[in-house]
């Protein structure tokens, strides 16, 4: 009985390092955010904005970090994988952890904390009109935690840069009845 539980704890183990492993074959620069999204490394992100005239999605995070973790986490349960998805296609995306953050000021305009969010312009410059707007914590106004807000300041740059987003159609299931009034006779 034991020889079995030893194996099925090996097994369960080994399961779950094999999972971790493909994640990151799959998509190393996802780091957990979305195997499906193009990510890029932050030393190419300026020249393919440039390239492709996108603005610069830049996430700024570390792999101890609890709050981090808790935003990937809400990421990868979330109802708006779809939608980040689809609005991902028109940024130039950057994730980094650890020691791939950028270390000049720019990019720590109200501090190191982290996670940070920060939009920039094609040539990587800032822009400091898109911050969280429903920040929980009003001194870090780059700090995210929910996947409806980072949408919503994705969906407020792309306005900027007069990018047309389609919103969302839903399907005729949930859209709400009219009620069929009586008919007058003529």
């Known amino acids: 009985m034991r020889s079995i539980l030893l194996l099925a704890l090996v097994s369960a183990t080994a399961y779950a390092s094999f999972d971790k492993i493909k994640d990151s074959i799959q998509n190393p620069l996802a780091r957990g955010f979305g195997d499906d999204i193009e990510w890029i490394k932050w030393e190419d992100a300026i020249e393919t904005a440039l390239d492709t005239n996108k603005p610069i999605f830049l996430l700024i995070h ?14 990868q349960q979330s109802n708006a994988k779809k939608a980040f998805k689809k609005l991902s296609e028109h940024f130039v995306m950057v994730n980094t952890e650890d020691d791939d953050e950028p270390f000049e000021e720019e990019y720590r305009p109200d501090g190191k904390y982290i996670p940070r969010l920060l ?4 040539n990587g410059d800032l822009l400091p009109e898109f911050k969280n707007k429903k920040a929980e914590y009003k001194n870090y106004a780059y700090y995210y935690s929910s996947p409806a807000d980072i949408l919503n300041s ?9 990018v047309d987003i389609p919103e969302s159609k839903r399907g005729d299931k949930l859209k709400p009845k ?3 009034g009586k008919k007058k006779e003529l």
């Open 154 to 162: 994705m969906k407020d740059v792309l306005k900027h840069f007069g």
């Open 119 to 122: 939009f920039l312009d094609k």
């Open 62 to 75: 570390k792999s101890w970090c609890h709050a981090c973790k808790a935003l990937k986490k809400t990421f």
């Open 178 to 180: 009219k009620p069929e």
